[in-house]
């Protein structure tokens, strides 16, 4: 591996024009196929294939044409001024007039006023009005959005409160904003910091921008055929801007150290790219199995969003590996050191071999190992310990600032008709097979209407064969109360005695029901997920390292910073501690797809750290030396750009938490601070401690797994017999310690 990959390295430093043409090449033909291409359509209705909401879902749409399960709707709700009844006459003019100019609509399919549809509340203070149109929310026209808007602003103007809700007003987040310029300038200040050189700071910036360029234009260009859109490409984006930098960082940063020992520019790219390129490519790997795992959920825009972003992250490892080391072969002094460019070698190796920052506190942690790796388990133990709290929900209206007029329409119908009025429940009865449906579906309306928990329940609506009813149900709580929860399960567990007594089924749905059957559906995935990332990852990290422990340790760290960032993501978004610092208005369950995010992307990450930093350990152990001063060297050669990649990685997460978006927010929030505690916490403390302890025992492998698994010379030993090592390092090189 490691010499295939020098070679690759030298071959682009010397072929560094063919590599540029060919990456140019790449970026014109997939940026014009992204311009050409047609826009992808986002009109598909299944969610997550195999939840009763969501058969239930499909069910609507197949026996009740007319009325599109997807089309876009919107709720327009009317307040009364204060101590007034909205059927005063006045404002009950201005509402038929709203009625009136809103059904005009190109798009609309009906307007259903709130006094013919008994959508007034006991004390009349509140009344709605909804809006229904023919096409999907992503399909309407500026047109139509203006006409609603021009409605709402005449009833305003008449003096009367309107607030609207719905999918045909909801408010989409903004693409991009300011998130990912915050993480560019950021990573900008600390690589101008880690390196001392506009040249080396800004070369891991220019190659990710390509990659990320290349890998979104791609995602544009397939976006028709496989069903890809900008969201889809939310986290290729993200992820592919952080890994990118950081594996451009690695290794520039082993070109500079190479350079600074004398050697010179194409054989210090290809070392560079032969040691530091190798632990980009298992890193990379480690990345792409937990974003490729993704697939095994079982939601289709999951696997989407996670294949796309696996796509990201493999053009990252290849733009590190070809385009870094030919932009070097342009430029191959520009990236050094001062004091390399001035000729001063021996001093620099001097200086070099001498303490710093990171052997000074590796040396520490050596010294200490026990209490550091106590304090840090204990403290990352305490993190997490709100996250056996976490409630999984799929945040709606009520989440949003109470500047929206989303937000403002869910509180006043919530305070008029109750806090479940939000989130009613849709039954589907299906009495084909019944000898009488309709007095079936009338036997089910009333168990259901007996049914603890349920405020009311609607007249029953046929579709044209006649055995077929929807049914809505109102609940009591609202839509993330855990009882309106089990008034679900309550009402399915009534299936089967109606069944046999009607003849006739049915099943529950309704974006309340759907929520609840997605959350659960993540939370049981969630286990066979994980153990398929860690059990690929293990397997990889024990090829990459000769050893069964290092992995081990390597997964019992990521445990620990997953769920520390868990415990923080409940903290502030669930319970609401220090939630105004971060602008949240408003606390509640966690979005279901969080934790599947948050456990796949860290490991990926998780396991970035550890094969830079525990690879160069390993080398410098290979190449002779002692368990403790190995762990020294990794940390006086890898530390600083270690904690330089971490903070740069934490600077492109922490920019989302400026987004309006409450669900891109958390998932920002928990990424960042996930990054903190791995490689602060974990890989800088607990991983020295752990290997001080350990000793020679770290690198335990025993005999036959020695024989079993392929040598891939991470570490680069075969690359120092090539190259000749120091003086009389090549003689204590040292074997794998089996037994």
Excluded at 146 to 165: F, K, M, P, S
Excluded at 559 to 578: K, T
Excluded at 611 to 640: C, D, I, K, T, W
Aim: proline share 4%; aromatic share 6%; glycine share 10%.
């Amino acid at each position: 591996m490691a010499t295939f990959l020098s070679r690759l390295g030298r071959g682009a430093f010397r072929g560094r024009w063919l590599v540029l043409l060919l990456w140019t090449a790449a970026l014109v033909a997939v940026g014009i196929g992204a311009v050409r291409a047609p826009a992808a359509d986002d009109s598909g209705t299944s969610f997550m294939p195999g939840i009763e909401a969501q058969k239930a879902f499909d069910l609507i749409g197949e026996r009740f044409p007319g009325a599109d399960a997807d089309g876009a709707t919107a709720r327009v709700v009317f307040i009364a001024p204060h101590g007034q009844k909205v059927t005063a006459s006045h404002t009950r003019t201005v509402i038929d007039d709203f009625v009136t100019e809103a059904g005009k609509g190109a798009q609309v399919a009906g307007v259903v006023s709130p006094f013919k549809a008994g959508a007034v509340s006991k004390d009349a203070s509140t009344a709605y009005a909804t809006v229904t149109y023919t096409v999907a929310s992503g399909d309407l026209s500026d047109a139509s959005k203006t006409a609603l808007t021009h409605a709402i602003d005449g009833a305003r103007d008449a003096g009367v409160t309107v607030e609207a809700g719905g999918t045909a007003v909801s408010s989409q987040p903004e693409a991009g904003g300011p998130a990912e310029g915050i993480g560019v300038a950021v990573a900008a200040i600390v690589l101008l910091i880690t390196f001392g050189s506009l040249a080396a700071a800004g070369l891991p910036l220019l190659t990710a921008l390509v990659g990320v360029g290349l890998s979104m234009a791609g995602i544009l260009a397939l976006g028709s055929t496989f069903d890809l859109s900008l969201t889809t490409g939310t986290l290729a984006s993200m992820l592919g801007l952080a890994v990118g930098i950081d594996y451009a960082l690695f290794v520039v940063s082993r070109y500079r150290e190479e350079r600074a020992q004398g050697r010179e520019a194409r054989e210090a790219a290809g070392l560079a790219v032969g040691t530091a390129g190798s632990a980009v490519v298992f890193a990379g790997l480690t990345v792409i199995i937990a974003l490729a795992g993704l697939s095994v959920v079982g939601v289709p825009m999951l696997t989407k969003m996670g294949l796309c972003a696996a796509a990201a992250v493999a053009v990252g490892v290849l733009v590190a590996l070809t385009l870094v080391p030919a932009l070097l072969g342009l430029w191959p002094d520009a990236v050094l050191a001062r004091g390399v460019r001035r000729n001063r070698p021996k001093a620099l190796r001097k200086q070099a071999a001498k303490a710093n920052g990171g052997s000074r506190w590796a040396g520490f942690v050596v010294r200490h190992p026990l209490p550091v790796l106590l304090l840090c388990v204990a403290g990352l133990g305490a993190l997490a310990l709100p996250a056996a709290s976490l409630e999984l929900g799929m945040p709606g209206d009520e989440a949003k600032s109470t500047s929206t007029t989303e937000r403002r329409a869910y509180d006043a119908l919530a305070e008029g008709f109750g806090a479940g009025f939000n989130g009613p429940l849709t039954v589907v009865v299906d009495a084909s097979k019944a000898g009488d449906p309709q007095a079936a579906v009338t036997a089910i309306t009333g168990r259901i209407k007996e049914t603890h928990g349920v405020v009311s329940v609607s007249a029953a609506r046929f579709d044209p064969a006649g055995d077929t009813a929807l049914l809505s149900a109102v609940p009591s709580t609202g839509p993330n109360d855990e009882h309106t929860k089990d008034l679900v399960q309550s009402i399915r567990a009534e299936r089967a005695a109606l069944e046999r007594t009607t003849g006739a089924t049915f099943e529950v749905t309704g974006t309340t029901a759907m929520n609840i059957d997605v959350a659960t559906a993540l939370q049981n995935a969630l286990f066979p997920y994980l153990t398929v990332i860690v059990g690929l990852a293990l397997v990889l990290l024990m090829l990459v390292f000769r050893s069964v422990l290092v992995p081990l340790k390597a997964a019992f760290g990521y445990l620990l910073s997953v769920l520390a960032a868990l415990g923080a993501v409940v903290a502030i978004f669930q319970w609401g501690w220090g939630a105004s610092l971060l602008g949240v208005e408003q606390t509640g369950p966690i979005m279901s797809l969080m934790p599947i995010f948050l456990v796949g992307i860290v490991f990926g990450l998780a396991m970035d750290y550890e094969v830079f930093l525990v690879a160069r350990m390993r080398e410098a152990y290979v190449h002779g030396e002692r368990p403790a001063q190995a762990v020294v060297s990794g940390f006086r050669h890898n530390a600083r750009v270690v904690v330089a990649a971490a903070v740069i990685m934490s600077a492109v997460f922490a920019g989302f938490i400026t987004s309006d978006e409450s669900m891109i927010k958390t998932i920002g929030f928990g990424l960042a601070v996930a990054v903190l505690f791995d490689a602060f916490l974990v890989r800088m403390a607990i991983v020295p401690a752990v290997l001080a302890l350990l000793g020679d025992k770290a690198w335990w492998l025993p005999r036959w797994l020695d024989r079993l698994l392929p040598r891939v010379d991470i570490e680069g030993a075969a690359l120092t017999t090539e190259r000749g090592a120091p003086a009389g390092a090549g003689a204590e090189q040292r074997e794998t310690v089996r037994t």
